[in-house]
């Protein structure tokens, strides 16, 4: 069974940063592609920032040049820095992990999600 644990979110002014944290943990044979999601209020979970094994990053429109998603494989670990942070980037902000397992399942795991509010 793989785990994944967010950590780092919290409260902060409109212009402030965080960095977010996420580890996947477990019988990991590799995981592929890590990714950061957010749902706001009222909305549906939306695509915030990817990372494939390769360090190749992909960005929704909205966090272009503001986050910035970065992992380290040996610890199966992403991060997202969030810079110059706006009231309408507050959502729960959720990691998931997408591998295969020590026995060859494909797992694509969802972590219990962080809460990010930005005020103006």
């Known amino acids: 069974q793989v785990q994944v644990v967010e950590s780092g979110g919290g409260s902060v002014q409109a212009g402030g940063s965080l960095r977010l944290s996420c580890a996947a943990s477990?019988?990991?044979?590799?995981?592929?592609?890590m990714g950061w999601y957010r749902r706001a209020p009222g909305k549906q979970r939306e695509s915030v920032a990817t990372?494939?094994?390769?360090?190749?990053?992909t960005y929704e429109d909205s966090v272009k040049g503001r986050f910035t998603i970065s992992r380290d494989n040996a610890r199966n670990t992403v991060y997202l820095q969030m810079n110059s942070l706006k009231p309408e980037d507050t959502a729960v902000y959720y990691c998931?992990?997408?591998?295969?397992?020590?026995?060859?399942?494909?797992?694509?795991?969802w972590g219990q999600g962080t809460q990010v509010t930005v005020s103006s």
């Open positions: 990372i494939t094994g390769g360090g190749v990053p």
């Open positions: 477990g019988n990991i044979f590799i995981i592929n592609v």
């Open positions: 998931n992990a997408k591998g295969l397992t020590t026995d060859m399942r494909s797992i694509s795991t």
